[in-house]
């Protein structure tokens, strides 16, 4: 078990006000990840129950989300995923986009990254709106792939992020 709680993650995260535009509280994690304690804490935390279970890659989105996922598939002995941004895998990859506030954004996976039936934990730093772990749990289902839970170390609860998530378990370490 971890001796760090969710409490204690919450307290080393930064808000920082109108970044990166006017009105966005943007949630800075670096000092989190300026602690070792606080960081392996946030690592233990994401991987949870999971620990005890066959994982068979853990995924995690560009960027932030590759720290967390990364260290936590070495924890678990197991394979890293990335999920990363259009035009930055360099073999075959399947491409989702979705709607930002102006515009689209494009993610993208290797159509190899994981095989039919892989259990899969899918992790980033933070939930939002929803729209960019929605479109990876669209990549992950396209590789049919199946996903344990998508485990995020922030929730903005009031986005009503999890809303577009479909039935796949969803477990944040702290909620706004
Ligand atoms: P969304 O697709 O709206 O759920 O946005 C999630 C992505 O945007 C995550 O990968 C976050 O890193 C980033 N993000 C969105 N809002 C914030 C925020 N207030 N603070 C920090 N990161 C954010």
Not at 37 to 45: I, K, N
Not at 71 to 83: E, G, R
Not at 148 to 174: C, D, T
Request: no cysteine; hydrophobic share 50%; glycine share 10%.
């Amino acid at each position: 078990m971890s001796s760090v709680s969710a409490d204690d993650i919450r307290a080393g995260i930064r808000n920082v006000p109108d970044f990166p535009k006017p009105g966005i509280q943007f949630k800075d994690i670096t000092p989190v990840l300026g602690d070792a304690r606080l960081f392996a804490g946030a690592v233990e935390l994401l991987i949870g129950p999971h620990a005890a279970s066959r994982i068979d890659a853990v995924v995690g989105i560009d960027a932030r989300g590759f720290i967390f996922a990364a260290a936590a598939a070495q924890k678990l002995h197991t394979a890293f995923v990335p999920i990363r941004k259009k035009g930055k895998l360099p073999h075959t990859t399947f491409e989702e986009s979705y709607d930002l506030e102006y515009g689209s954004n494009t993610i993208a996976i290797h159509a190899d990254a994981v095989r039919p039936g892989a259990r899969v934990l899918l992790l980033d730093d933070l939930l939002a709106t929803g729209g960019t772990a929605a479109a990876a749990i669209a990549l992950l289902t396209k590789l049919g792939a199946h996903i344990v839970e998508i485990g995020f170390l922030i929730e903005l609860g009031f986005l009503n992020g999890r809303a577009k998530l479909g039935s796949h378990p969803v477990r944040s370490i702290i909620t706004y």
